[in-house]
């Protein structure tokens, strides 16, 4: 499959360092990107981002997913960005935490969230979507999921609980965000935009008359996240939501 730079915008890996406090939580360092094997971030004890890697014209480019920990067992959030780093992930949640996998969540219908799908479904491992994104997806070949998350937002993992919040059109039509409430993190997908972004990358999908409001329901809903985590780049605080609206206001966008 080929990876489609108008998707969401993406960065050279080599101009993106992570920062300080990411650098010595990764589990592999020894790893270069030209294996295109995973990254892991711890971001708290239960939670860690697993990066993937996508190539385009010859470069690589990170790409953001989430993997949650609970008493249960595991909630991934978005798969890796091509399949074999997807089978990588599965095998390396079994060995590293022990613990099965409870159920998928892709956030919209690219190939970066979900080209990884049928890993799960191979496994007998839930893949839940909204209506929309199921749509999407059987259209562009990324597999079907289950669309069950328009009517149920929030799904119980043990423990723990998580919430699905689709805010509206932004960088896509069917584009939702991800609120773990006992830990406050807020996965925000490509909806969200990292620091160091200094445009919208390509807008192909995107609605730019509507994502700025989308952006701001996001903002009064979860106002006690403590950590916000893109689709792409360097995870931070509610500031990437507000770096994301001023890049949307901006001229140049």
Not at 29 to 38: C, D, G, I, R
Not at 146 to 163: C, H, M, N, W, Y
Not at 217 to 233: F, K, S
Request: hydrophobic share 40%; with cysteine.
């Amino acid at each position: 499959m080929g990876f489609l730079l108008t998707h969401c915008q993406l960065k050279k890996v080599e101009s993106n360092p992570l920062p300080q406090e990411s650098q010595s939580q990764i589990l592999s360092p020894k790893k270069t990107v030209e294996t295109q094997s995973l990254e892991w971030i711890k971001i708290k004890e239960s939670v860690w981002i697993h990066k993937s890697f996508g190539s385009f014209q010859g470069k690589l480019y990170p790409s953001n997913g989430l993997v949650v920990l609970t008493n249960k067992g595991v909630v991934v959030i978005d798969t890796p960005w091509t399949e074999p780093q997807t089978e990588e992930l599965i095998q390396s949640i079994q060995t590293k935490f022990q613990k099965q996998i409870l159920f998928l969540i892709v956030t919209h219908a690219h190939d970066d969230r979900m080209a990884g799908v049928s890993s799960f479904q191979k496994k007998k491992i839930p893949v839940y979507s909204t209506q929309l994104t199921a749509k999407l997806a059987k259209e562009n070949g990324y597999g079907i999921p289950s669309p069950i998350l328009d009517i149920q937002t929030r799904l119980a993992a043990g423990k723990v609980s998580v919430e699905v919040f689709y805010p509206g059109h932004g960088h896509s039509p069917d584009n939702i965000v991800v609120w773990l409430p006992e830990t406050h993190i807020l996965f925000g997908g490509c909806l969200v935009k990292d620091l160091d972004a200094s445009d919208l990358g390509n807008t192909k999908d995107a609605n730019l008359m509507l994502w700025e409001s989308s952006v701001k329901r996001v903002l009064a809903r979860y106002p006690d996240a403590e950590v916000v985590v893109p689709g792409h780049g360097n995870w931070g605080k509610l500031d990437l939501l507000r770096h994301t609206l001023r890049l949307l206001v901006s001229p140049n966008h």
